[in-house]
């Protein structure tokens, strides 16, 4: 009986470089989110899936960014050519009831610092 | 766009005291829900008052909706140093699909023994 796990905790990366974000949601939740924190922010919405549907990228804040679930399980963010802007906390959630909404779960995050 | 903003930013107690956040928002919604965080890392969900609901409770928690002025209040009672955290609400608007999360910019609260 797991929580939402992501990986990796910490992320260090220099300007430029690509980082992969993973998150494994919670067994059966068919609904996915990823959101971003900024020091001392609220969160803000970047991507969500829901089964097989077309994921919904509005939150994406430029093409550098973007993500995949694979087998309706486990979702990676890929965020390319790294920016100092980009260093934030990451945070996916997962959720039993999609479309109709409902109680989300969190992971603890990936902290991402971009130098 | 963030959709709520919620007051005060801060708010430091005794502990013992009642602790209220308010949260206001724009959109018209489904639901509203309120989490809490601890050091800037995962969220944990408190309560979800749905949009044809008014009030709801659950242990020392007391949430209040009011749609009429799109405003909600989130009441900790007989708070203790262990409730210090930073509390968001969250909105599933009626505009977005999906069930994804506008939060507010939180508040921060501090519980002092």
């Known amino acids: 009986g797991a929580g939402v796990s992501q990986s990796p905790s910490n992320k260090v990366t220099e300007k430029g470089k690509d980082v992969e974000l993973r998150c494994d949601p919670i067994?059966?939740?068919?609904?996915l989110y990823w959101y971003r924190q900024s020091l001392g922010q609220g969160l803000e919405f970047l991507i969500y899936?829901?089964?097989?549907?077309?994921?919904?990228k509005s939150g994406l804040p430029s093409d550098r960014f973007s993500a995949e679930r694979t087998g309706g399980s486990v979702s990676t963010l890929t965020i390319q050519r790294t920016q100092q802007e980009d260093s934030a906390v990451y945070l996916c959630?997962?959720?039993?009831?999609?479309?109709?909404?409902?109680?989300?779960?969190f992971g603890p995050g990936t902290r991402l610092t971009v130098l | 766009s963030q959709q709520g903003e919620e007051d005060p930013q801060a708010l430091s107690i005794q502990e013992g005291e009642n602790a209220t956040m308010n949260c206001s928002y724009k959109t018209s919604i489904n639901n509203l829900q309120w989490y809490r965080q601890n050091s800037g890392r995962g969220l944990v969900h408190l309560i979800l008052?749905?949009?044809?609901?008014r009030e709801k409770h659950s242990g020392r928690l007391r949430v209040t909706l009011d749609t009429s002025k799109k405003s909600s209040s989130l009441l900790i009672t007989a708070s203790r140093a262990a409730d210090t955290a930073s509390y968001f609400c969250a909105t599933d608007s009626i505009y977005n699909q999906g069930g994804k999360l506008i939060f507010g910019q939180g508040t921060e609260l501090s519980v002092k023994p």
């Open positions: 067994s059966g939740h068919t609904a």
């Open positions: 008052i749905r949009s044809n609901e």
């Open positions: 959630a997962s959720s039993l009831r999609g479309p109709s909404g409902g109680e989300q779960f």
């Open positions: 899936f829901q089964g097989n549907s077309a994921p919904d």
